[in-house]
């Protein structure tokens, strides 16, 4: 298994193909999967369009949108809306691996996801041959 470890802003998307594409290539499995995960309660990891930088801003608007920060959460920390993003997009992606590559389509690129930085966080990349 491979550790990342990345800065983040208060709330952003992060493009770390390059990263999984890396831990892809040194593994060495031209057939299987490789898992990409997130061990933080405020962050996640997706998948999604990585050619137009409107996609990214729209989905952060849309997230902030349906989870905002609320005085009425319990949470001590304040943080619960982070809380409920993270649980919502997910800590992980499985992708297929063929021919030593990952199956990504045209326009696909794999993101962290900060939802309450900024922090240190670290990230995971799995890969598993067949």
């Known amino acids: 298994m491979k550790t990342f470890e990345l800065q983040t802003k208060s709330f952003e998307f992060v493009n770390i193909t390059a990263q999984v594409r890396e831990a892809v290539a040194a593994a060495g499995v031209e057939e299987g999967l490789c898992c990409v995960y997130c061990p933080h309660t405020t962050?996640?990891?997706?998948?999604?369009e990585n050619a137009d930088p409107d996609v990214?801003?729209?989905?952060?608007?849309?997230?902030s949108d349906t989870?905002?920060?609320r005085e009425e959460f319990l949470h001590a920390e304040g943080n619960s809306h982070a809380h409920m993003k993270s649980s919502v997009v997910g800590t992980s992606e499985l992708i297929p691996i063929s021919g030593g590559k990952l199956v990504l389509g045209t326009w696909q690129g794999i993101y962290f996801c900060e939802f309450d930085g900024p922090r240190t966080r670290k990230f995971y990349v799995q890969v598993i041959g067949s």
Not at 56 to 63: F, I, S
């Open 67 to 69: 989870f905002p920060n």
């Open 56 to 63: 990214l801003h729209d989905l952060k608007m849309a997230l």
């Open 43 to 48: 962050a996640a990891i997706t998948i999604n």
